[in-house]
């Protein structure tokens, strides 16, 4: 017997996916340009948290921050996506587990 299909769970899934790829293909930029330190501080940003970086000072500094800062901010966003799919599965399959219990103490 197959599982249903569930449509909002697969283009969750998809949108990581493609948010992982891109994360993979800014890490190569990264470190093709060679500026994976412009950045000194981890976690930080120059002293500011990495979220509370002025984004004016981030697209007008110069472009080896630009790169370096925006691929921490897309890892942070692509962790994010993964944990809510995570979390997502885990509902999805906790609501499965509860209606097959259901059915067998209703069959009882």
């Known amino acids: 017997m197959g599982t249903p299909h569930n449509s909002w769970l697969h ?4 949108l990581t996916a493609i948010a992982t790829l891109g994360l993979i293909a ?8 060679g500026v994976g330190m412009a950045v000194p501080d981890w976690p930080n ?3 500011y948290n990495l ?5 004016q000072t981030w697209l007008a500094g110069p472009w080896d921050l ?3 800062h925006g691929h921490r901010m897309l890892a942070a966003t692509v962790g994010l996506i993964f944990a809510g799919t995570g979390m997502s599965l885990f509902l999805l399959w906790m609501l499965r587990q509860q ?3 259901l059915t067998l103490l209703r069959a009882s």
């Open 11 to 14: 283009r969750f899934a998809l």
């Open 26 to 33: 800014i890490g190569g930029l990264v470190t093709s340009k």
């Open 45 to 47: 940003t120059y002293g």
């Open 51 to 55: 979220f509370l970086y002025p984004w």
């Open 66 to 68: 630009f790169v370096e």
């Open 99 to 101: 209606g097959r219990t």
